[in-house]
């Protein structure tokens, strides 16, 4: 158990950390986007401050994951994000299903190993 979630947790902080570097240092093309979700992007662009807000939680997030520190935070403050990514390419871009799809079971998986951590939340 201790394997599989080092590796969760190191393939999905690597994955953040890259993703959020690849937009604050405009490392990737525009993806060419129609219709919905063209709309979706724009709408979010619109929105000055929510995709650095969003890219910035992806980057701390990452690196907590990497470096195995603050793990049991980082899991809840990314899971809304996972969600999201899930859902935007759910119903918007089919063609990213796969990688949002290991996005979220990856931070549930996570969830689940540091479990114990949060068990004191849901006690009356």
């Given at each position: 158990m201790k394997t599989a979630?080092?590796?969760?947790?190191t393939i999905i902080g690597l994955l953040l950390v890259l993703v959020s570097l690849a937009y604050f240092f405009n490392l990737m093309p525009d993806l060419s986007s129609s219709g919905d979700f063209k709309a979706f992007q724009l709408?979010?662009?619109?929105?000055?401050?929510?995709m650095p807000m969003v890219k910035t939680v992806e980057l701390l997030c990452g690196i907590s994951f990497i470096t195995g520190k603050y793990?049991?935070?980082?899991?809840?403050?990314?899971?809304?994000?996972?969600?999201?990514?899930?859902?935007?390419?759910f119903f918007l871009n089919p063609n990213g299903i796969p990688l949002a799809?290991?996005?979220f079971s990856g931070n549930l998986f996570l969830i689940?190993?540091?479990?114990?951590?949060?068990?004191?939340?849901?006690?009356?």
């Amino acid at each position: 158990m201790k394997t599989a979630t080092f590796f969760i947790r190191t393939i999905i902080g690597l994955l953040l950390v890259l993703v959020s570097l690849a937009y604050f240092f405009n490392l990737m093309p525009d993806l060419s986007s129609s219709g919905d979700f063209k709309a979706f992007q724009l709408g979010l662009i619109s929105a000055v401050y929510l995709m650095p807000m969003v890219k910035t939680v992806e980057l701390l997030c990452g690196i907590s994951f990497i470096t195995g520190k603050y793990v049991t935070l980082s899991n809840i403050m990314v899971l809304p994000v996972s969600i999201n990514i899930l859902f935007i390419n759910f119903f918007l871009n089919p063609n990213g299903i796969p990688l949002a799809i290991f996005v979220f079971s990856g931070n549930l998986f996570l969830i689940y190993s540091y479990w114990k951590n949060y068990k004191s939340l849901f006690k009356a």
